[in-house]
């Protein structure tokens, strides 16, 4: 079994940066992504990493903006959020799953955190 905890969410302005993190316990070797989902909108691909933490993979929108990583020693995944904008608004989630590569849908994962809020202003 696994679990995730996110933190490091809150209000920030346009150009801003955020640091997300998500504690892992239990099995740490799985496929580890970030999924956000916009106020009224479908839940979301933003970011992943493969079983070993590498070839890391992003949705086009936050591409040269965002960056995924993985510090096994702490077993800790992050996403560090640069020139964030308005359209970032989201609630961000962790999520763990099994396979060896980055699954681009939310059926490619089968442990989720709770979430934290993002939100950007204009």
């Known amino acids: 079994q696994v679990q995730l905890q996110e933190s490091g969410g809150g209000l920030v302005q346009a150009g801003g940066s955020l640091r997300l993190s998500c504690a892992v316990s239990g099995r740490t070797m799985f496929v580890m992504g970030w999924f956000r989902q916009p106020p009224g909108k479908e839940r979301e691909f933003v970011a992943g990493v493969n079983l070993l933490g590498r070839y890391p993979a992003y949705r086009d929108s936050v591409k040269g903006r965002f960056t995924i990583s993985k510090d096994t020693s702490k077993n800790t995944l992050y996403l560090q959020m640069n020139n964030l904008e308005p359209e970032d608004t989201a609630v961000y989630y962790c999520?763990?799953?099994?396979?060896?590569?980055?699954?681009?849908?939310?059926?490619?994962?089968?442990?989720w955190g709770q979430g934290t809020q993002v939100t950007v202003s204009s």
């Open positions: 999520a763990a799953g099994a396979g060896v590569s980055v699954a681009y849908t939310a059926n490619g994962y089968h442990s």
